[in-house]
């Protein structure tokens, strides 16, 4: 077991994250080894998954999505122990997994990608009643994940509430849709 300081920055190579592939995904592929605000980058890095993710049929989008916070709840588990520290600031799986629940069933453009990612983050930094109880209250990788989809579903209602109730639409600029190039598809 590797005792780490939380408070004390560190590199990768101390945490091993680029010679364990659960280490290497639980720090979001490196984005989590940042010096600051490592959960803001995290989901940064989340964005660029949740790009290809959007193309999915909805029903797949949430089984993915549902499977992703499954296995987080594992993997963070996992790491704090091989850490020896309680939800680790470095480990950011959760982020990715809490911004992807913010953008279910939001229609992409860049403008609902910055959105969703700043209510995300908010809500993910100011820790509201009951996220706030769950993140003291709730232990191990489930307390890990747990705080941040009740973000993400706060992060996702308060999105649809603004787009529905007052016709906030941000940005007309559309992701282009990723179409298969075989011809067989």
Excluded: N
């Amino acid at each position: 077991m590797i005792k780490i300081d939380r408070k004390r920055s560190v590199t990768g190579r101390q945490h091993g994250v680029f010679r364990s592939w659960r280490h290497f995904l639980a720090f979001g592929l490196g984005s989590g080894l940042a010096r600051f605000a490592p959960g803001t980058f995290g989901t940064l890095v989340a964005i660029a998954f949740y790009l290809p993710l959007s193309q999915l049929p909805h029903w797949l989008y949430a089984i993915c999505v549902f499977c992703a916070f499954a296995f987080g709840v594992w993997l963070c588990q996992s790491v704090t122990h091989d850490l020896g520290v309680h939800d680790h600031g470095g480990i950011v799986w959760d982020e990715f997994v809490g911004y992807w629940i913010t953008m279910f069933l939001v229609p992409v453009s860049w403008g609902t990608v910055l959105a969703g990612f700043a209510l995300f983050r908010l809500l993910d930094i100011w820790k509201p009643w009951p996220i706030c109880w769950i993140d003291k209250h709730v232990q191990g990788g489930l307390g890990i994940m747990l705080d941040d989809v009740i973000a993400g579903a706060a992060a996702c209602i308060i999105l649809h509430s603004l787009r529905a109730g007052a016709g906030f639409e941000p940005s007309a600029v559309v992701v282009p849709e990723i179409k298969p190039t075989c011809s067989y598809c």
